[in-house]
């Protein structure tokens, strides 16, 4: 049987939804590696400079939601939970500030007007 190393058990989870299309139909269409790239520099960038480094999933998904007809949009999702054994001296507060900061870069990087994303019960909404 296996032993338990982390003392504190509490779920941390955060998800990113990230457009893949810049505007609305007919702009320019991202692709998952850019988005694990861009998510790659900004983890590495983050573990050397000391602060929280949030590993998760990337997975490519469909928006599907209504307007005047139906609407669907390509999107990555970004996802994972606050590591227990290393972000452990990471309160929320700081967490929530490093997902404004990655989501603050994919904006900038993928051209995109707003950004939802979420940490544990809670939906954020960045607009530029």
Do not use: C
Not at 40 to 67: C, D, M
Request: aromatic letters at 10%; a positive charge.
């Amino acid at each position: 049987m296996p032993k338990i190393i982390n003392l504190n058990k509490v779920k941390r989870s955060f998800q990113i939804t990230i457009g893949l299309r810049e505007g609305y139909k007919n702009g320019k269409l991202h692709t998952i590696k850019e988005v694990e790239k861009i998510i790659g520099k900004w983890l590495l960038e983050q573990k050397f400079a000391n602060k929280p480094y949030l590993a998760g999933t990337i997975t490519r998904s469909t928006v599907v939601y209504a307007h005047k007809t139906v609407i669907t949009e390509p999107v990555a999702i970004y996802d994972g939970n606050v590591n227990p054994l290393y972000m452990q001296n990471f309160n929320d507060k700081k967490i929530v500030e490093s997902l404004t900061e990655i989501v603050e870069i994919l904006m900038k990087k993928l051209n995109q007007t707003r950004i939802y994303f979420s940490y544990l019960d809670q939906i954020y909404i960045a607009e530029k």
